[in-house]
């Protein structure tokens, strides 16, 4: 077997709520929790991994990242 691949996906937060923030990624949105990143703020870019926003991105480095993706 060969080694554990991690992804982690950029989205765009649409709303902050607490600990939760709603995030879409490319049209489909879902929760995340976004206790690691307590000043993630509505337009941030964020990589989220198994239900949790990791890191911010800036924006231009997302939408490269979403360009490449649908390639």
């Not at 992804?7 to 649409?14: I, W």
């Not at 709303?15 to 949105?29: K, P, S, T, W």
């Not at 870019?45 to 490269?64: F, M, R, S, T």
Request: a negative charge; hydrophobic letters at 50%; aromatic letters at 4%.
């Amino acid at each position: 077997m060969g080694p554990a691949v991690c992804l982690g996906v950029p989205a765009r937060v649409l709303e902050v709520r607490g600990d939760v923030a709603l995030v879409d990624y490319g049209g489909v949105r879902r929760e995340v929790s976004v206790i690691l990143l307590p000043d993630v703020e509505e337009g941030d870019y964020v990589i989220v991994h198994a239900g949790a926003a990791i890191a911010k991105l800036d924006e231009e480095e997302a939408l490269e990242i979403l360009r490449a993706w649908r390639e």
